[in-house]
């Protein structure tokens, strides 16, 4: 079966860098999704990733080893609005998107 | 750019009533758009994904008669829930492709339906 897991919940604090792991085990793969959703809101685009290696977008960054079926999403200077959940997504074979359950990341003073 | 307008944010109906909800993609055209519930504390589960001109493609265990989808031109795609029970109770929400497969979803701001 298709498999995306991540952690339920984090906890940071403010300033500091976070990061939050996403393996995955699918069905093909067309590349990973990162997508920020804050409570009682849809989901917004962080990044995508197809080829190994690192992404770099401002305070995010995220990371993809094909070959261990991993990603990472790096979070810097962690500001408070920041606090959310963090849903990685799989594109398979057949183009469809498998989600992991998100991780709940919350921001501490 | 790539901005979903979702409509309405929030509705309330009583059992056994009717809801449509819109979903409008304002500065592209959207060849695919897709269609979501999401309950509380859980990830989205993909209802049914929604092609231009075409029938709706509708995931396992979804029913079709009751999630009516109409994607009648390329920036507009509307779900109707029929005959609505409390237990359709949930945020639904829509997201649209800009152009390729790989390219990323634009989500729609979700629409809060209460059945009461």
């Known amino acids: 079966g298709q498999n995306i897991d991540q952690p339920t919940e984090m906890t940071a604090t403010e300033g500091a860098i976070v990061q939050i792991n996403c393996t995955y085990q699918?069905?093909?793969?067309?590349?990973l999704f990162w997508y920020q959703q804050h409570a009682g809101e849809a989901p917004t685009f962080l990044s995508y990733n197809v080829l190994d290696g690192l992404e770099e977008k401002g305070r995010f960054s995220s990371f993809l080893s094909r070959s261990k079926g991993y990603s990472y999403l790096l979070l810097k200077e962690l500001q408070m609005k920041d606090s959310a959940s963090y849903l990685c997504?799989?594109?398979?074979?057949?183009?469809?998107?498998?989600w992991g359950a998100g991780t709940k990341l919350i921001i501490k003073p | 750019g790539a901005v979903v307008s979702q409509h309405p944010s929030r509705v309330i109906c009583k059992s056994g009533t009717s809801v449509k909800i819109e979903c409008r993609s304002l500065?592209?055209?959207?060849?695919?758009m897709f269609w979501y519930r999401q309950f509380p504390k859980q990830s989205l589960m993909l209802m049914a994904t929604s092609n231009e001109g075409s029938k709706a493609t509708y995931e396992q265990g979804v029913e079709k008669d009751k999630f009516l989808i109409n994607h009648a031109s390329l920036t507009l795609s509307t779900l109707t829930v029929t005959s609505a029970h409390p237990e359709d109770s949930s945020f639904y929400i829509c997201?649209?492709?800009?152009?390729?497969?790989?390219?990323?979803?634009?989500f729609g701001n979700g629409t809060r339906l209460t059945v009461t």
């Open positions: 500065d592209f055209q959207a060849t695919t």
């Open positions: 997201s649209a492709q800009t152009g390729t497969d790989n390219s990323p979803l634009h």
């Open positions: 997504a799989v594109l398979d074979s057949n183009y469809q998107l498998i």
């Open positions: 699918t069905s093909g793969f067309n590349g």
